[in-house]
């Protein structure tokens, strides 16, 4: 009986060990560098999201931040990696807009809400309404009239299906009830290449892609899709302003950990985004890059992928959005 004994205690001990290694890690943390996995190439609004807040993070935590970038199938891939990973802390994602926008239009592996923790919202970013100077378009209600007028004649191009550029035309047709066709490139710069021929009749382009275009007269700028108007270009009408109350197609960025990261973990993660957030070097070199801080709590960031969620789920279905569109 006695090896019996020895063998409970042992068993014990080490149950209540085990019960106790979240909270010790907890206190511990962070102790070696954090990975950051980003879903998109270098150099992207993304990967300069990440970069830009995982600087000053590190300085506040004491620790690296590693950024990767794992880029492939809107993110998807790089989601997954981390979903997969230990639920320590010490693997994170830049989730973004991408990643409810592919679960609304296609079967994932996970799910965004449930097998993620939400950190904090981390930066925003508008896609700007763009048109060829050619097609005379002044306006947002102009070119309205104008698809009304050639129905399934224009033509918009975007990054890649169920991209926010593409989601935005897609909204775009329902709240306008017009119908202008969707053509997807591989990326946003080859749809700029045929936009800048002549060969698109408008795009939904990121701030950070299309700005200098715009600052050029390369290309007619119409309207922001955020509810308010963008920092980079303030006397741009919002979409919501110029004639479709409601609309609103920022491209957005959060962190998140796998779900089951011990909660003490994520909200020292969330100070330290905060934290970064506020510091005025890191908005300024945000705001250059047409990225603007958004910042707030687990819970805000929870409850803002619900509205996304909902929202884009919605628009998916009214548009008939399948991944071979």
């Not at 693997?91 to 939400?118: E, H, M, Q, R, W």
Request: charged share 15%; with cysteine.
């Amino acid at each position: 009986m006695k090896p019996c004994w020895h063998l409970a205690v042992c068993f014990v001990a080490a149950a209540a060990f085990a019960g106790s290694s979240p909270a010790a890690r907890a206190d511990d943390y962070p102790n070696h560098p954090i990975h950051l996995i980003v879903g998109f190439g270098p150099g992207s609004s993304a990967d300069i999201t990440a970069r830009v807040l995982g600087a000053h993070m590190s300085r506040t935590l004491g620790q690296q931040i590693v950024v990767e970038t794992r880029p492939g199938a809107g993110s998807t891939l790089a989601a997954e990696f981390v979903v997969r990973s230990p639920k320590d802390g010490y693997t994170l994602f830049l989730g973004s807009a991408a990643s409810v926008i592919n679960g609304a239009i296609k079967p994932l592996p996970f799910d965004f809400a449930k097998d993620l923790a939400p950190i904090a919202l981390a930066t925003q970013t508008p896609n700007i309404l763009v048109v060829p100077p050619s097609l005379g378009m002044n306006s947002v209600k102009e070119l309205i009239a104008l698809a009304k007028a050639r129905p399934g004649e224009l033509v918009f191009g975007s990054s890649g299906v169920g991209t926010s550029p593409h989601v935005s035309g897609e909204l775009f047709n329902i709240m306008a009830g017009v119908k202008v066709l969707h053509v997807p490139y591989q990326g946003s710069a080859q749809a700029m290449t045929d936009l800048l021929a002549g060969r698109l009749s408008m795009m939904f382009s990121p701030a950070s892609t299309v700005v200098p275009h715009i600052q050029s007269g390369a290309v007619k700028a119409l309207a922001a899709t955020t509810l308010k108007r963008a920092a980079i270009a303030p006397d741009l009408p919002t979409v919501d302003e110029a004639g479709l109350p409601g609309f609103d197609t920022s491209i957005w960025f959060g962190l998140n950990a796998p779900a089951g990261t011990p909660r003490e973990i994520i909200d020292k993660l969330s100070r330290a985004a905060n934290e970064a957030l506020r510091a005025p070097d890191v908005k300024a070199t945000l705001l250059k890059q047409a990225l603007e801080p958004m910042g707030g709590t687990p819970d805000d960031y929870a409850r803002y992928t619900v509205t996304e969620t909902k929202k884009w789920t919605e628009v998916a279905r009214a548009a008939g959005m399948t991944p071979s569109q």
